[in-house]
């Protein structure tokens, strides 16, 4: 069964350093997403991307965040100088298109993220 | 804006015994609602989906209710199983001017009793 993969599983890094997270989506999907969950809370959307641009970001997409699509099979997630506050379970999401929108998520195991 | 709410945040069940799940959402423009589980260490997945034009629909053990003019929507699980023990996320999706947008619930803990 196809699968979304998300590496690595854990980084820990240090405060202002750059981190990129690693995803390739199913093969045939259209839609990619990036969410995030800090321990105990609810999953926040970060940013949809759709014919290699983003579609659509929430505010905590600021400048300190991009993605990219480098070779049509990963979607990557950089951080340019981590916070303490980035610290999260990131998960990567592909979709299909569906009628009138894309389908059902199917989302990686997640990135763990811990900035010292 | 909490747009999707779950308003309980866990849920303890003796097996064989129904479950009921609760969300709430104030967006009205809505067109799908989704529920996703997840196990500790693992991305949500998928559930069971239900359109915005409809009340109900059923998979299995699993049915969801929708009722438009209270914003509720709720996942029944009967019978339930140990195995359903898990976090249970409540998703609304829009098309908002060609973009495609969901929103998560801040989820629900199920734990299932042998």
């Known amino acids: 069964e196809p699968e979304v993969t998300q590496t690595p599983s854990h980084q820990v890094t240090q405060m202002g350093q750059e981190v990129i997270l690693r995803c390739v989506p199913i093969s045939n999907h259209l839609y990619f997403y990036w969410y995030r969950q800090i321990l105990g809370q609810k999953v926040e959307f970060l940013v949809s991307f759709y014919n290699n641009e983003i579609s659509e970001k929430s505010e905590i997409f600021d400048d300190q965040f991009s993605v990219e699509r480098p070779d049509g099979s990963n979607f990557t997630l950089k951080i340019r100088s981590t916070k303490l506050e980035d610290s999260a379970m990131y998960f990567c999401a592909s979709s299909h298109i569906l009628a009138g929108g894309p389908g059902i998520l199917f989302f990686g195991e997640g990135s763990r993220l811990t900035v010292l | 804006d909490q747009q999707v709410k779950q308003n309980s945040p866990s849920l303890s069940v003796q097996e064989g015994r129904i479950s009921i799940l609760n969300c709430d959402y104030t967006?009205?423009?809505?067109?799908?609602f989704l529920w996703y589980k997840k196990y500790p260490a693992e991305g949500p997945t998928f559930l069971i989906s239900i359109s915005s034009i409809k009340d109900k629909n059923e998979d299995g053990r699993f049915t969801v209710f929708l009722n438009k003019s209270a914003k509720h929507l709720s996942l029944h699980i009967v019978p339930s199983q140990p195995g359903d023990s898990a976090v249970y996320f409540c998703a609304a999706f829009r098309v908002t001017s060609g973009t495609y947008k969901y929103i998560f619930g801040t989820g629900t803990r199920l734990k299932v009793l042998a």
């Open positions: 967006n009205s423009m809505f067109d799908y």
